[in-house]
């Protein structure tokens, strides 16, 4: 029996955002208007596209000081990929990743 089902955009996002709960010392962007400026006010912390060849993400990203950018990119990459492909099967042929705030949190990773 072949079952016909849409997944919403919001969805698609919302899996990416579990992903990323999922990682220490990384956090999707908290957009606050003024605070870095309207290119940014513009920008969606979490964007998923649909592509004849697959999803692709774009991410902005508030990560903890101290942290080492280079693997904590992999590590989204790979996390935010996996998960959409285990929920909806579909591949993900780019997760693009900008970090746009490094964040100093008292107490080290939080």
Not at 69 to 89: D, M, R, S, W
């Amino acid at each position: 029996m072949m079952v016909d089902y849409e997944i919403s955009d919001q969805a698609l996002e919302g899996l990416v955002a579990h992903a990323l709960e999922g990682l220490e010392g990384v956090r999707p962007l908290e957009v606050a208007p003024r605070s870095l400026g309207e290119v940014f006010r513009r920008m969606k912390p979490i964007k998923v596209e649909r592509h004849p060849e697959g999803l692709s993400v774009d991410l902005v990203l508030s990560v903890d000081y101290g942290a080492a950018i280079p693997e904590l990119a992999k590590e989204v990459q790979k996390a935010v990929a996996e998960a959409l492909f285990v929920a909806t099967g579909e591949k993900v042929k780019a997760v693009n990743v900008t970090v746009a705030q490094v964040e100093y949190r008292p107490g080290g990773h939080a």
